[in-house]
């Protein structure tokens, strides 16, 4: 059974910066993929950025595009998010997901992903 649990949310300021982590654990696959989302109340959740372990190739959001960059350690199966110059519509509850080798590559729908972490809270404000 795929887990994963993430950590690093906090308070941060506007104009700050956070690095989120995820760990995975519980498998024994080679190719996969790892993504992460956020929701914040009352709105759906939001794709952010994906990566492949087979070449570490990413895809990101629109939205977060050169604000926030994902990177993995594939020896310890962690996931990063860096991210800079957050905004108060950053908050949210972050989450990673874990997608297997899929006939297509993996994007940003919630729907490709069969495994999810708990969620790390991110708030920013002054």
């Known amino acids: 059974q795929v887990q994963l649990v993430e950590s690093g949310g906090t308070l941060v300021q506007p104009g700050g910066s956070l690095r989120l982590s995820c760990a995975a654990s519980g498998f024994t696959l080679e190719y996969y993929t790892i993504g992460w989302f956020r929701q914040a109340p009352g709105k759906e959740r939001e794709g952010l950025a994906c990566?492949?372990?087979?070449?570490?190739?990413?895809v990101y959001a629109d939205s977060v595009k050169g604000r926030f960059t994902i990177s993995s350690d594939n020896a310890r199966r962690t996931v990063y998010l860096q991210l800079n110059s957050l905004r108060p519509e950053d908050t949210a509850v972050y989450y990673c997901a874990f997608a297997p080798l899929r006939p297509r590559p993996v994007r940003l729908g919630a729907h490709e992903y069969d495994y999810w972490g708990q969620g790390t809270q991110v708030t920013v404000s002054a």
């Open positions: 990566i492949a372990s087979s070449d570490s190739s990413t």
